[in-house]
């Protein structure tokens, strides 16, 4: 069993930042891929970003491409997405996930096993 608990979301003026931090309970954070969704207002849950279990292999969705990057520290079981140059199409809540170990990154949402509850991230123009 694992546990997901996001945090570091907010308001914020397009053109910020900010950074989403997402922290694992259980022995097994290591051996697992990681991954960042967001959920907009009347729209499906999408991939933003992924990382494998060793962090040596990234994935991002085209939309973040250059502006968000994903990282980990498995020392202290946390993932965090560091989010620059905020759009308004940016806004929506984020969710991390995690799935089995492997090299890949998968975008694919029924991969992943275990879900944290969300933080919303709002991006005024």
């Known amino acids: 069993q694992v546990q997901l608990v996001e945090s570091g979301g907010g308001l914020v003026q397009a053109g910020g930042s900010l950074r989403l931090s997402c922290v694992a309970s259980?022995?097994?954070?290591?051996?697992?891929?990681m991954g960042w969704f967001r959920q907009a207002p009347g729209k499906e849950r999408e991939f933003v970003a992924g990382?494998?279990?060793?962090?040596?292999?990234?994935r991002y969705a085209d939309s973040v491409k250059g502006r968000f990057t994903i990282s980990r520290d498995n020392a202290k079981n946390t993932v965090l997405l560091q989010m620059n140059s905020l759009k308004p199409g940016d806004t929506a809540v984020y969710s991390c996930?995690?799935?089995?170990?492997?090299?890949?990154?998968?975008?694919?949402?029924?991969?992943?096993?275990?879900w944290g509850q969300g933080t919303q991230v709002t991006v005024s123009s």
């Open positions: 259980g022995r097994t954070f290591s051996v697992r891929n």
């Open positions: 990382i494998n279990w060793s962090g040596d292999n990234t």
């Open positions: 996930a995690t799935g089995p170990s492997g090299f890949a990154v998968v975008t694919t949402i029924n991969w992943y096993d275990y």
